[in-house]
């Protein structure tokens, strides 16, 4: 039988199968652990699989003895095993990061390291802007002019509130015909627009840390779930960090739009965009083409470092 796995709790996996639309219960066939996989999780929500099923004292289990080829996939350093990887959903048509300039703060790296790692899988990704009905003129101000620097790069931004409506029905035409992954900072009101879009979920939300001004994790596992409009969605659990991986350095520039549009300009083909003469990326930084914080963060994913620069640091230092 084929089907597609809905649900991934890492050891158990909740399919649907293709032949009568049932929802099953799934187990690995052994020998997926021993495959040199460095993955987490071998198969991940969204995956097609092949599978049977067993007869086992009154209940019916799958196995699944198959993970067909991936279109796609969002995938992330795992947080506690540094040299492992853990693929977050796959077979995704597009993918929404939500985006909130307090309450809590989402990071200028985090939003970039997640922009490059769905430009080297292959993944569209929109940028919506949460909770807008809570800021000042101020903070209004910088998310406008953050969402223009994102719109320059060739992103699109959506300023929404999940929890007045603002904008809810664009981001369900968005959705409306396509496998769609929700992600972002715990907190930053995944499962209240979740909810809003498809009111019957009634996914759990959560309050604020004060103390933190972090979200509570509300999600444990990604669950992809039907809607009523012909629309999937994929949620997941709450991301702190973003660790990007199995990207060559050579490589990083051309999953920054604006960096790959002008490295044929480059005197050098293989430019890091660092020290080297020449480089048009470094004079589109300077003449102010380029934003300062893409670059820090391009400088910051090459060199290791954490994801920790502010979404309030986004003008030149």
């Known amino acids: 039988m084929k089907g597609t796995v809905y649900k991934s709790t890492g050891s158990w996996y909740q399919v649907k199968s293709e032949d009568d639309g049932k929802f099953y219960d799934c187990r690995l066939k052994g020998k997926f652990r021993i495959k040199g996989i460095k993955n987490t999780n071998p198969v991940a929500v969204g995956d097609k699989v092949v599978f049977d099923l067993e007869d086992k004292a009154e209940e019916v289990v799958g196995v699944i003895k198959k993970i067909e080829e991936r279109d796609n996939y969002i995938i992330r350093r795992s947080v506690n095993l540094s040299k492992q990887t853990h693929i977050i959903a796959a077979n995704i048509d597009q993918v929404f990061l939500l985006v909130t300039l307090n309450n809590p703060p989402t990071f200028t790296t985090f939003i970039d390291r997640f922009l490059v790692t769905a430009e080297a899988y292959d993944v569209k990704a929109v940028l919506l802007f949460n909770k807008i009905d809570t800021y ?73 840390s004060e103390q933190h001004k972090q979200g509570q994790h509300t999600t444990t596992f990604a669950e992809m779930f039907d809607l009523s409009f012909d629309a999937r969605i994929i949620d997941t659990p709450g991301i702190k960090g973003f660790g990007v991986v199995d990207i060559e350095r050579e490589e990083l520039g051309d999953f920054f739009p604006e960096f790959f549009r002008l490295k044929q300009n480059c005197k050098f083909h293989n430019c890091l965009h660092l020290n080297e003469p020449k480089c048009a990326v470094k004079q589109a930084l300077e003449e102010g083409e380029i934003a300062w914080s893409r670059y820090k963060s391009y400088l910051q994913i090459l060199e290791g470092e954490d994801d920790n620069y502010r979404i309030d640091n986004y003008s030149k230092k």
Request: proline share 1%; glycine share 10%; charged share 25%.
């Open 136 to 208: 000042n003129e101020e903070e209004l101000a910088e998310i406008k002019f953050l969402a223009a620097l994102y719109r320059n790069v060739g992103y699109e931004c959506v300023g929404i509130s999940a929890k007045t409506g603002k904008n809810v029905d664009k981001v369900k035409e968005m959705m409306t015909g396509r496998t769609s992954m929700f992600s972002g900072h715990s907190g930053t009101g995944k499962s209240t627009l979740i909810n809003a879009i498809e009111p019957g979920m009634n996914l759990k939300t959560s309050e604020i």
